[in-house]
């Protein structure tokens, strides 16, 4: 048990619809960060928060954006869903952010469009 | 831009038997490291990492890795591999890229053991 936690397990849901992906970091952690998994792209960086402001951006989707709240807790929203945006979401966290600091992963929440 | 390649899609491996999975990566500056281990429905859990000082490390589940700057490379090894090894193996490099350290990920190797 890494010790984040990320809610739901598994979503499932249709075309067009919007889903809010949650995650809470580590106690103590102030980075979080939210990746991409799936079978054509592999594991992909999307964003990052760093004590509740945005730090970085990677392959994020218009159509996807994130929300650190001063509990540190993030929220990931996938709007406008299409069939590509099928794949496992994870959120790490960190202490603070630094190259050297080991990020620790949560369980992943399965996203599948029908 | 950073790029991590690991060249071994699959390996399959008897149990008892070593074990080097390879890693190189192509970054600019000193690397921060990092290999991560995901086992079917689970997440990621990190097995060991390299930021600096002795290029030999040791991690959890009596893995090791070597770095070589000379042949950008981060191969894991373990010398006697367990059934409970087999799982999907990622290397990764921290990108330094806009004061964030993102992980940048190979696309990872499966690993098969037979008993």
């Known amino acids: ?114 | 831009a950073q790029s991590v390649t690991q060249p071994d899609i699959h390996i399959t491996v008897s149990e008892g038997a070593s074990l080097e999975l390879r890693c190189n990566y192509s970054y600019g500056a000193t690397p921060y490291l990092f290999w991560y281990v995901q086992s079917p429905g689970q997440g990621l859990q990190l097995l060991l990492k390299y930021f600096s000082g002795d290029t030999l490390v040791q991690g959890i589940k009596g893995f090791e890795a070597e770095f070589k700057r000379s042949q950008s490379s981060f191969n894991l090894r373990k010398p006697s591999v367990h059934w409970s090894d087999a799982a999907e193996y990622f290397c990764a490099v921290a990108d330094s890229g806009a004061g964030s350290y993102q992980l940048t990920f190979g696309k990872g190797t499966k690993l098969s053991v037979i008993p």
Do not use: M
């Open chain 1, 1 to 114: 048990d890494s010790g984040v936690t990320q809610t739901p397990k598994h979503l499932i849901t249709a075309t067009g619809q919007r889903v809010t992906l949650r995650c809470s970091p580590r106690s103590g952690d102030l980075s979080v960060y939210w990746y991409q998994q799936s079978l054509d792209q592999g594991l992909q960086f999307l964003i990052q928060y760093y004590n509740g402001e945005e730090r970085a951006k990677g392959n994020i989707l218009e159509r996807f954006s994130a929300q650190q709240f001063p509990d540190l807790h993030s929220e990931l929203n996938l709007s406008s869903l299409e069939l590509g945006d099928s794949a496992l979401y994870f959120c790490a966290s960190s202490v603070a952010g630094g190259g050297s600091d080991t990020q620790y992963f949560g369980p992943g929440t399965r996203l599948t469009v029908l």
